[in-house]
């Protein structure tokens, strides 16, 4: 199976929701709030160390893939809002 950030093959992904980055929040776990990602930038997600625009879904702050867009599977209907919930959290840490 092939990572969203990168071009290696892997066995494992790990399913990154945005409002659990913050366990406090208790965001949903539903399909529009979560992405597949590879067990590294599964945990550099967690820690803010890069974004996805909300906007135009490009990688932000992640070098060597910045403003890739994400190819997304068209029945994966992603709630952006929830992107733009991570980006705030982005901007708190990274100021």
Do not use: W
Request: proline share 3%; glycine share 2%; net charge positive.
């Amino acid at each position: 199976m092939q990572t969203l950030f990168a071009d290696t093959i892997i066995k494992s992904l790990y399913t990154a929701t945005y409002r659990r980055c913050v366990r406090e929040q208790n965001g949903p776990d539903i399909i529009e709030n979560m992405l597949c990602l590879c067990p590294n930038h599964h945990n550099q997600f967690d820690k803010f160390s890069f974004y996805i625009d909300y906007e135009t879904l490009k990688i932000k702050k992640l070098e060597g893939y910045e403003d890739l867009k994400l190819n997304l599977n068209q029945k994966h209907k992603l709630d952006r809002e929830f992107l733009r919930y991570h980006y705030q959290n982005y901007l708190k840490n990274n100021p």
